[in-house]
């Protein structure tokens, strides 16, 4: 079965730039996040879809972050503009549902902004 | 408050040692505890589940332990590798709203020769 797939794995921009991540989820998965996880930190949510629907953004700085999921299927996060704190590494993760218990993550995308 | 709290934040082992990781919680109403490893680079892979009724779950040289009364669990690593060089992070589940999945800040792993 394969896996969650995410690119760029890296991404070296400077301040004040505009950045994309994609994410595939894993064939069947209805429910996609993205995680923004700090050096020496654990993942912190940013975003949750149920098919193409927004769950919960809470999280989400929306004067600079985006995401979509416009088919229900794969989803794109953007940050306009970068900021130095902004350097993370931002994983995407799929499960079968809202309520499952068990996120499968793929490898991630190391941000670094200078 | 939901959080997840873990100790020791980084260890370091020689190879071939046990160790322990602890995993403290206040996370409500409670569905599983989750240990996962993460490489670095990597995304997290998931070691152990264990739901309320269950205290003790192994995975080769890991074993978890869950006290749902005190509200704590640990991870034990057997005769340490050092491929076991990673961060594992504790998650717990929650049984109720949309975002279930509190996360710990992790252990940093390192085994040295």
């Known amino acids: 079965e394969a896996g969650v797939a995410q690119s760029p794995r890296y991404k070296i921009i400077e301040k004040r730039q505009s950045v994309a991540f994609w994410c595939n989820p894993i064939?069947?998965?209805?429910?996609l996040y993205w995680y923004q996880q700090i050096l020496g930190q654990g993942p912190k949510l940013l975003i949750q879809?149920?098919?193409?629907?927004?769950?919960?953004d809470s999280q989400l700085p929306k004067d600079r972050f985006s995401a979509e999921r416009l088919k229900g299927v794969d989803s794109t996060l953007k940050i306009q503009p970068a900021k130095l704190e902004d350097s993370a590494v931002y994983l995407c993760?799929?499960?079968?549902?809202?309520?499952?218990?068990?996120?499968?993550f793929g490898q991630g995308t190391r941000l670094t902004v200078v | 408050k939901n959080q997840v709290e873990q100790s020791p934040q980084s260890l370091i082992i020689l190879e071939g040692k046990n160790c322990t990781l602890q995993?403290?919680?206040?996370?409500?109403?409670?569905?599983?505890l989750r240990w996962y490893k993460q490489d670095t680079g990597r995304g997290p892979v998931s070691l152990t589940i264990?739901?309320?009724?269950?205290n003790t779950k192994s995975n080769g040289r890991y074993t978890a332990t869950l006290d749902a009364d005190t509200k704590q669990s640990s991870l034990h690593i057997t005769a340490s590798q050092l491929s076991d060089s990673a961060s594992y992070i504790c998650?717990?589940?929650?049984?109720?709203?949309?975002?279930?999945?509190?996360f710990g800040k992790g252990t940093r792993l390192s085994v040295i020769a």
């Open positions: 993760a799929s499960s079968l549902e809202s309520r499952a218990t068990e996120a499968f």
């Open positions: 064939s069947g998965h209805a429910t």
């Open positions: 879809f149920q098919n193409n629907g927004v769950v919960d």
């Open positions: 995993c403290n919680y206040t996370v409500s109403p409670f569905s599983n």
């Open positions: 264990m739901t309320f009724s269950e």
């Open positions: 998650v717990v589940s929650r049984n109720s709203g949309n975002t279930p999945l509190v």
